[in-house]
């Protein structure tokens, strides 16, 4: 009767002993939240190959396949600012888990009769539903991995768990070429094949419901992260609209999700023009998520050196994706397929470095901030339409290569997106680098330190420093 009765959340105005989470003690949930991503890394990474599929066992256009991609990120704009940011400030990280995977199982159970009557605006309001379940659970599983555990290593614990959602991503198309799609390459059989993936999903989806009900957690409050912004900088953020880096954070954000979402959904059209057969399409798009994945691993491990700061690395990265989509927009072949390769390569490390600057010196505004920046994920419903306009434009006027001039749109996603590295590098340095190199975390504190900062105070949200001040 015990684990029925036993309370699950925590008032978003109490100070905890997750303040000062060690490595250890942050491994465990840190694990559970990692298996999220997987999941919809595989859900990212099937939509992908859905997409040229549908639009050929459905017999529609390019920008009319770009609907499946509007609808699942159209849901990244609506509930994170909204009704999943309010569930995780109201009850916190576990029980918005557990209702992020509850919609979750809904819509891949809606993709069942969605692929009886063969409706392609059934798939597309059976996408919305699935991308409002996996937007709920990453307004909370970002947040929770960059603010879990020791803040100089936010950055790294975050790419490697986008590095296991990027070999979620590196399956799903393998599985679609090799399984899916073998040999019932655009037809009705192939789509009913899907119907049995979403089907097996929602079945794990409820055995994670139960694992997140049952297995120990830390609820890290708004009044943590305020508490440890003043052991870091000494100083408080300030009201929630002077928050400039995490402003210039979401605008990055929506870019470059954007525009790597463009170049994934025509990732196998692209391929195709070039003069690949749709299975070798398939098989090139899951080699290059492999290539994908295993930057990601290798982007958090370089962060692991003191030298390598994690501003230096996006970057470096973002303005890679630039050159290298130039590249393959003006390029043919399979050169022009090599360079669409190594954008996917160096597009690894962006997302989650820039989610864990922008979060930065939020203090007790971190859990809105992250909403807002998982919200900028809707950026992928705005790009890829644009992207898939145009190549339907160029192909209408026998355009040659209507796909690989379609990807300049990307490009100027990617050129919009380096505004923040712009900024933290030259602008907010020094708030980053103290994040970086600060030891709250790695050294224990003293037992009166530890004392003071497992009291559960309930003050309101702009007086609990000084009133831990005044008990020191």
């Not at 684990?3 to 105005?13: E, M, P």
């Amino acid at each position: 009767m015990g684990l029925w009765k036993r309370k699950i959340t925590v008032a978003d105005d109490v100070v905890t002993s997750a303040v000062h989470l060690t490595l250890r003690q942050s491994l465990i949930p840190c694990f559970l939240v990692t298996i999220l991503f997987f999941l919809w890394g595989f859900a990212y990474g099937l939509l992908d190959v859905l997409n040229p599929h549908f639009q050929k066992s459905l017999n529609i256009t390019p920008s009319k396949a770009s609907g499946l991609s509007a609808a699942y990120f159209g849901a990244y704009f609506l509930c994170p600012p909204t009704i999943s940011g309010w569930i995780l400030r109201k009850w916190g990280f576990r029980v918005t888990f557990m209702c992020g995977l509850c919609v979750l199982a809904v819509g891949c159970l809606l993709m069942w009769p969605s692929g009886v009557k063969a409706s392609f605006g059934g798939y597309c309001g059976s996408m919305f539903v699935v991308g409002a379940g996996l937007s709920t659970l990453e307004t909370a599983a970002d947040p929770f991995l960059a603010i879990c555990g020791p803040p100089r290593y936010s950055e790294i614990r975050l790419n490697l768990a986008q590095a296991v959602q990027a070999v979620g991503s590196f399956v799903a198309p393998l599985l679609a070429s090799r399984v899916f799609f073998a040999k019932t390459v655009d037809t009705a059989q192939g789509l009913k094949n899907v119907q049995w993936v979403y089907l097996a999903v929602a079945c794990f989806v409820g055995l994670l419901i139960i694992l997140f009900f049952v297995a120990p957690m830390p609820e890290i409050t708004d009044a943590d992260m305020g508490t440890q912004e003043m052991e870091i900088c000494e100083y408080d953020p300030g009201p929630f609209r002077k928050q400039i880096n995490l402003f210039l954070a979401v605008w990055s954000q929506f870019c470059y999700v954007g525009a790597q979402v463009a170049v994934a959904n025509y990732f196998v059209n692209f391929c195709e023009e070039a003069g690949k057969t749709p299975a070798q399409s398939s098989d090139i798009f899951a080699a290059a998520q492999g290539l994908y994945a295993f930057n990601r691993f290798l982007a958090g491990g370089l962060m692991t050196i003191p030298a390598i700061k994690p501003r230096f690395v996006l970057a470096t990265y973002l303005c890679m994706c630039f050159v290298f989509v130039l590249a393959a927009s003006q390029s043919s072949g399979n050169a022009s397929i090599a360079m669409i390769c190594l954008v996917l390569c160096w597009e690894s490390a962006c997302f989650a470095t820039i989610f864990s600057m922008g979060l930065r010196g939020l203090g007790r505004h971190t859990k809105i901030g992250g909403s807002l920046i998982v919200a900028a994920i809707s950026g992928g419903a705005v790009f890829p339409p644009m992207t898939g306009a145009v190549a339907t434009h160029l192909q209408k006027i026998k355009s040659k290569k209507p796909f690989h001039m379609a990807m300049l749109i990307p490009m100027a996603g990617f050129i919009c997106a380096w505004i923040y590295p712009l900024y933290v590098n030259i602008l907010n340095s020094e708030v980053m680098d103290v994040h970086r190199e600060t030891d709250v975390g790695i050294v224990v504190p003293s037992d009166k330190e530890m004392a003071l900062n497992q009291v559960d105070s309930h003050v309101k949200p702009g007086e609990y420093v000084a009133t831990i001040e005044d008990k020191n």
